[in-house]
């Protein structure tokens, strides 16, 4: 029962992994893409699994070495995950005209240092309940360029621009699914 559980927990977790990809159903990504929640629950249950099962001594001995390893190499992956996260602010801004369309500018700034500094993703949600969707338009920062954003905004009803200090980028969007496409 235990390892059933833990097992069903891994599976949740895919399933918000997939559902967070660009175009993914928002509200399912959100809820399951939680991998301190699912996998350190999941991690828990095998766990106990390991010490309450196999009662053979050489079995549960290994079982249990491999086990209490896993956990102390999740513990401490959440533990630096956590030390290294940024500071984020987001904004968000209605399509004119269109209900249930937002474009979405999340900014992260992270610890001055190697792979630190700051990034931009630009987003658009497009629906309500279940059937909304995420797409992401472009992430900004942290290559080698260092690009910065300038500007995202909507610059028509169905359309948005993303201007950087290298590029600039337009995205019409599909009028019956809201999904973002890339001018050229």
């Given at each position: ?8 927990a ?63 190499v ?16 987001r ?65 028509d ?28």
């Amino acid at each position: 029962m235990l390892a059933a559980t833990g097992v069903a927990a891994v599976l949740l977790y895919t399933e918000g992994q997939w559902e967070s990809r660009s175009g993914g159903r928002m509200l399912v990504a959100d809820l399951l893409n939680q991998p301190e929640l699912l996998l350190g629950s999941a991690l828990a249950a095998l766990i106990a699994a390991a010490w309450l099962g196999d009662r053979r001594t050489a079995v549960r001995q290994a079982t249990r070495a491999v086990t209490v390893t896993a956990g102390v190499v999740f513990l401490l992956g959440v533990l630096t995950a956590h030390k290294v996260s940024a500071a984020e602010t987001r904004s968000r801004e209605d399509a004119p005209a269109v209900p249930a369309r937002t474009l979405v500018v999340v900014h992260r700034e992270f610890p001055a240092g190697p792979g630190g500094g700051e990034r931009w993703q630009v987003l658009l949600e497009a629906g309500e309940g279940w059937s909304a969707r995420r797409w992401s338009l472009a992430e900004i920062g942290g290559g080698p360029d260092g690009s910065r954003l300038v500007t995202a905004s909507w610059t028509d009803r169905d359309q948005i621009t993303v201007v950087t200090d290298s590029y600039r980028r337009v995205f019409n969007l599909d009028q019956d699914s809201g999904e973002p496409i890339e001018a050229r």
